[in-house]
T-cell receptor
Framework: NAGVMQNPRHLVRRRGQEARLRCSPMKGHSHVYWYRQLPEEGLKFMVYLQKENIIDESGMPKERFSAEFPKEGPSILRIQQVVRGDSAAYFC????????????FGQGTRLTVV | AQSVSQHNHHVILSEAASLELGCNYSYGGTVNLFWYVQYPGQHLQLLLKYFSGDPLVKGIKGFEAEFIKSKFSFNLRKPSVQWSDTAEYFCAGGPRGNEKLTFGTGTRLTIIP
């Protein structure tokens, strides 16, 4: 029973490059949440998606960040023109249809911008 | 705005000591509350959750938490910790019916053998 799979686990990008982070939900899960964890801080909500729909992107920076969850394939968090401040751990969580359902987390992608 | 506060940033205990980690939330309506644990290099795992009903919630690995509405608290407890409990612990909450979670800043727990 595969859990939530995130890849890559570690990603190094130079300033100005693009970062693409992938999240494959647990079987049967159609709701995806992305969180960012900066050093010494808790997880901060970024975006909530269902298949082909963005439900809540109130935590997404207005520029350079985008997310999608296509009908087929994993959810993608894309960061364009990365800057040093984007260095963080990015976690996705997936769940069955809410409300009151447990969200299962992936192992995260640690992005380092050099 | 909703917030979740964890006041203990780093707790160091000896094995067999009792544990209590504080968590306070600020949200006036009905709320779902969670405790997650993150072992070094691993993903977050759910320890326990509160949706409704009995305010004393029992989770995995001998952990429990008590929802005290009057104090806006959801403290995590364990009567006797083990070295393997060394990890980071996160309290999280969200309004009922909304799956977006707000996390506390985490408490790093170190157990000394």
């Amino acid at each position: 029973n595969a859990g939530v799979m995130q890849n890559p686990r570690h990603l190094v990008r130079r300033r100005g490059q693009e970062a693409r982070l992938r999240c494959s939900p647990m079987k049967g899960h159609s709701h995806v949440y992305w969180y960012r964890q900066l050093p010494e801080e808790g997880l901060k909500f970024m975006v909530y998606l269902q298949k082909e729909n963005i439900i809540d992107e109130s935590g997404m920076p207005k520029e350079r960040f985008s997310a999608e969850f296509p009908k087929e394939g994993p959810s993608i968090l894309r960061i364009q023109q990365v800057v040093r401040g984007d260095s963080a751990a990015y976690f996705c969580a997936t769940s069955l249809r809410p409300p009151n359902t447990e969200a299962f987390f992936g192992q995260g992608t640690r992005l380092t911008v050099v | 705005a909703q917030s979740v506060s964890q006041h203990n940033h780093h707790v160091i205990l000896s094995e067999a000591a009792s544990l209590e980690l504080g968590c306070n939330y600020s949200y006036g309506g009905t709320v779902n509350l969670f405790w997650y644990v993150q072992y070094p290099g691993q993903h977050l795992q759910l320890l326990l959750k509160y949706f409704s009903g009995d305010p004393l919630v029992k989770g995995i690995k001998g952990f429990e938490a008590e929802f005290i509405k009057s104090k806006f608290s959801f403290n995590l407890r364990k009567p006797s910790v083990q070295w393997s409990d060394t990890a980071e612990y996160f309290c999280a909450g969200g309004p009922r019916g909304n799956e977006k979670l707000t996390f506390g800043t985490g408490t790093r727990l170190t157990i000394i053998p």
